[in-house]
């Protein structure tokens, strides 16, 4: 029997997303735009391909054989842009006056020279938590009083901030960019993820073929397809 001949894997690093990069040229130069979105009196060029494969929206849009998709004058002009954009580069710009403080300021590289303590300006009367500026104060409120002024264009869900808002519309795209690495199951929201990694209790498993030991039976069966068939 003939020895099976040797395959070669040709992993080019990065490529999707210069493909990607590349279609969004195109879309900003006008190049092989086959569909029109209008968003009340504006209008922008895509590939229709591009936006099929990112959001379910417009996927059932173009099913329907539509070669302009018009949007609800309810929907904002720049959340279309937006989701749009996002589809085209897997990114948000969020503006810094929009976006929640994600951590503390950094360290001194020097020590410095010991400074009188100034109280916070703004204190929540609800959890007593401080804040220096009345932005972030006034955001902070939102969660208590309950009102939540940001709501989605889609599926008119509300939330108190606008932070939450934009994380929320990625569920609007179809994209799942969390991948659980153990099964290889995908989500939209990296909280979704951590809470399916919950299913996955530790187990030893090891291939049978060359007794390497993993933590998950998934991880084992995954290996073990890539010995040689006998």
């Not at 609800?126 to 009083?145: E, L, Q, V």
């Not at 933590?215 to 040689?228: F, G, I, Q, V």
Request: aromatic fraction near 6%.
């Amino acid at each position: 029997m003939a020895a099976a001949e040797a395959v070669h894997h040709i992993h080019l690093q990065n490529f999707s997303r210069s493909l990607l990069e590349t279609l969004n040229g195109q879309r900003l130069g006008g190049h092989f735009c086959d569909v029109t979105v209008r968003i009340r009196e504006a209008s922008l060029r895509a590939h229709r391909c591009v936006l099929a494969a990112g959001s379910p929206f417009f996927q059932d849009k173009l099913l329907l054989g539509h070669s302009e998709i018009r949007v609800p004058p309810v929907v904002p002009a720049q959340t279309v842009r937006q989701l749009v954009e996002f589809l085209y580069s897997g990114s948000l710009v969020v503006a810094q006056g929009e976006a929640l403080q994600l951590g503390e300021a950094p360290a001194p590289l020097a020590p410095a020279a010991p400074a009188t303590p100034v109280p916070p300006a703004y204190e929540c009367g609800h959890c007593r938590k401080t804040f220096s500026s009345r932005k972030n104060y006034t955001k902070h409120m939102f969660i208590h009083s309950g009102e939540k002024p940001h709501q989605c264009a889609v599926c008119w869900r509300s939330f108190s901030l606008r932070d939450y808002l934009l994380k929320h519309m990625v569920t609007h795209t179809g994209v799942r960019a969390f991948q659980c690495a153990v099964c290889a199951k995908r989500f939209t929201q990296k909280s979704s993820l951590n809470v399916h990694m919950r299913t996955h209790r530790p187990e030893r498993a090891s291939c049978p073929a060359c007794g390497k030991v993993f933590s998950h039976r998934a991880l084992m069966e995954r290996h073990l397809a890539t010995h040689p068939t006998p």
